[in-house]
């Protein structure tokens, strides 16, 4: 009996929230990755109360990689360019597809992914991807800095750049995934979000070389996020959300359980987005997310995320200075 009472009060908790003007049951969401890339795993996700799905990315190397490997021998630079702009398109294309089965199969909002260099490539893929069905685009930027006379303002820029041409091109809402690794992330947005951009993914988890040291190689560090990876997260999620701007935040790094989830919301995220726990647990671990957040909630009497959405952000916690100190005498002295 109690057990049904608590499951009944369980069912009251909202967990619907608006993310780029979408509407979701949840705020979990699958992030890009293989595990968005087939309709049976996008089916698998909503299944298991995902909000939405973030379809895996688009890559311009990954069609170049296509390009290079099969470019025909012949000599022909037209023979050349016909095979290279076949493989482009059919790769496009395929994906394209994913898009158009993903719509019919599932009804939660299905988000593209692209992840390009040069602007050209973008806008050509991004517009076909909204012509498919595509509820939203995530784009996956960042420029890593690699000569040193470009000043951090000059490299910026490429990114502000890149989303005016974008936007002005597509009508769907775009979210910008980025780093974290910005002089000041508050300016970023603001520009992101003077450009018209809805929403911003904080933040990808990017590839980093490790070192061997037996073999004197570089190798790459772990693919997957351990949950102490949010602590490069949750400060600029607070700072960002508290700004008087209209953009959207999805927190994304380092989510592994209901409370990691419940964090970011608290933060100011209107969304959370989950990969390394789901290759690790499986899709069926976003119910008991889902049952977790919902739990917190019931116990700390939230009927829903807009109850508590951002209450610990920057403009509402009542010792502000938390989020912009850095070095606390206090803090080191703990373990001193
Ligand atoms: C195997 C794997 C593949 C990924 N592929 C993509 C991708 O195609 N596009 C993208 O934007 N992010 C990609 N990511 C990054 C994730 O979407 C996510 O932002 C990152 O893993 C941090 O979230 P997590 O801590 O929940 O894993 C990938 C991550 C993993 C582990």
Redesign the pocket.
């Known amino acids: 009996m109690e057990k049904e009472i608590k499951q009944t009060k369980l069912l009251m908790e909202n967990l619907s929230v608006k993310y780029l003007g979408l509407s979701l049951k949840s705020p979990l969401i699958v ?4 595990l968005t890339s087939s309709v049976e795993n996008l089916i698998e996700a909503e299944k298991n109360g995902a909000g939405a799905v973030v379809l ?2 688009l890559f311009e190397e990954q069609i170049n990689y296509h390009v290079n490997s099969i470019k025909s021998p012949s000599g022909f630079p037209e023979a050349d360019d016909y095979v290279a702009s076949y493989t482009r398109s059919h790769s496009v294309d395929e994906y394209l597809g994913l898009i158009r089965s993903a719509k019919k199969a599932i009804n939660i909002p299905v988000i593209a ?1 692209i ?1 390009c260099y040069s602007s050209e490539g973008w806008i050509d893929f991004a517009g076909k991807m909204a012509e498919a069905g595509a509820d939203a685009l995530e784009v ?1 930027v960042f420029f890593m800095p690699v000569d040193k006379k470009v000043s951090p303002a000059d490299s910026e820029k490429s990114y502000f750049d890149l989303i005016e041409k974008l936007k002005g091109s597509i009508r769907i809402p775009v979210a910008v ?1 980025t780093g974290f690794r910005f002089s000041n992330i508050l300016y970023v947005a603001d520009q992101f979000y003077m450009r018209g951009v809805e929403g911003i993914v904080m933040f ?2 990017f590839y980093e070389p490790d070192i061997d040291i037996n073999k004197l190689e570089i190798v790459s560090a772990p ?3 351990q949950a102490n ?1 949010m602590r490069y997260v949750l400060r600029s999620v607070a700072m960002v959300s508290s700004q008087d701007t209209k953009i959207d935040i999805s927190a ?4 592994h359980n209901g409370s990691d989830a419940i964090k970011y919301l608290l933060a100011g995220a209107s969304t959370v ?5 789901l ?1 690790e647990k499986g899709m069926p671990y976003l119910n008991t997310m889902n049952h977790q957040i919902k739990a917190w909630m019931a116990e700390k009497n939230f009927k829903s995320i807009d109850e508590f959405r951002g209450k610990l952000n920057w403009k509402n916690y009542q010792k502000p200075v938390v989020f912009e100190r850095t070095q606390f005498m206090k803090y080191f002295s703990s373990v001193d």
């Open positions: 992030s890009s990755s293989r895996k990315s992914s992840n996956n995934k990808n988890r693919v997957f996020s990876e994304s790094t380092g989510v987005q989950v990969c390394s726990v290759y």
